[in-house]
């Protein structure tokens, strides 16, 4: 008979030492803004072997508040913030134009690091959000080509047929335009580094956004 799931979250910990080197982390030597932390700590985790350390959860909330969380991937984090792409007409794309906030988390779990982001979101110019998808593989521009993300599918058959149609399409026409495609950027406010600590004083470190230019402080953990 199989274990149930109480009997399995208990048998469970995290940061388990044959698979998670907790890395020390001075929190007084860190850069002053938080991209330069977050290109270091993703460098550190590609390197520790982190697996898919560029999917991140992306939080958004209905216009009325109610919050809503994906994973998504993360498509490049420079001067004008994190990107990430979707369709305009999914639900999170609604959700962006009725409420353009998100928060964005990373947890990379080989090294016990947890990052977060929080701001305004803005769409790129649709020539951007186009070059960034053409660049991709055929078959995110396949993806991206079947469409209808977030919409109520009526069986699996009609998916296969406009998936088999998207994937002859983009193999025909890398440069095929996909007009709801688009990219979007967080502009932090806030941004928030943890590393976890095996006597459980882990390291909080937040950066936040002020006029005057960046603010760090430590966390309680
Ligand atoms: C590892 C992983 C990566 C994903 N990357 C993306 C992505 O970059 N863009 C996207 O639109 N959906 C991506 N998805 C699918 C989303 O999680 C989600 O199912 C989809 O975007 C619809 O979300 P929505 O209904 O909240 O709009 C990814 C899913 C996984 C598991």
């Known amino acids: 008979m199989g274990r149930d799931l109480h009997e399995l979250l208990t048998s469970l910990r995290v940061w388990d030492p044959e698979t998670t080197e907790l890395p020390v982390f001075d929190p007084a030597a860190a850069p002053?803004?938080?991209?330069?932390?977050?290109?270091?700590?993703?460098?550190?985790?590609?390197?520790?072997?982190?697996?898919?350390?560029?999917?991140?959860?992306?939080?958004?909330?209905?216009?009325?508040?109610?919050?809503?969380?994906?994973?998504?991937?993360?498509?490049?984090?420079?001067?004008?913030?994190?990107?990430?792409?979707?369709?305009?007409?999914?639900?999170k794309g609604g959700q962006l134009a009725a409420r353009p906030y998100a928060a964005l988390g990373f947890y990379w779990p080989v090294q016990g690091r947890q990052i977060r982001l929080r701001g305004p979101v803005t769409p790129a110019p649709a020539r951007e959000g186009q070059a960034d998808l053409h660049a991709r593989s055929t078959g995110a521009l396949a993806a991206a080509l079947t469409g209808g993300q977030s919409h109520v599918l009526g069986s699996v058959e009609e998916l296969v047929r406009a998936s088999e149609e998207a994937?002859?399409?983009?193999?025909?026409?890398?440069?095929?335009?996909?007009?709801?495609?688009?990219?979007?950027?967080?502009?932090?406010?806030?941004?928030?580094?943890?590393?976890?600590?095996?006597?459980?004083?882990?390291?909080?470190?937040?950066?936040?956004?002020?006029?005057?230019?960046?603010?760090?402080?430590?966390?309680?953990?």
């Open 32 to 91: 002053g803004e938080p991209l330069a932390l977050f290109t270091e700590w993703f460098a550190q985790a590609v390197a520790a072997g982190q697996a898919e350390p560029h999917t991140m959860s992306l939080a958004t909330a209905d216009a009325d508040g109610t919050p809503d969380v994906r994973t998504v991937m993360l498509h490049g984090a420079d001067a004008d913030g994190w990107a990430f792409a979707t369709h305009s007409g999914s639900r």
């Open 167 to 221: 994937w002859e399409r983009a193999r025909r026409e890398p440069d095929a335009p996909v007009p709801s495609w688009t990219l979007y950027r967080l502009q932090p406010q806030e941004a928030e580094f943890f590393q976890g600590d095996a006597r459980r004083r882990h390291v909080r470190l937040r950066y936040r956004r002020t006029d005057g230019g960046w603010v760090r402080e430590l966390l309680w953990p």
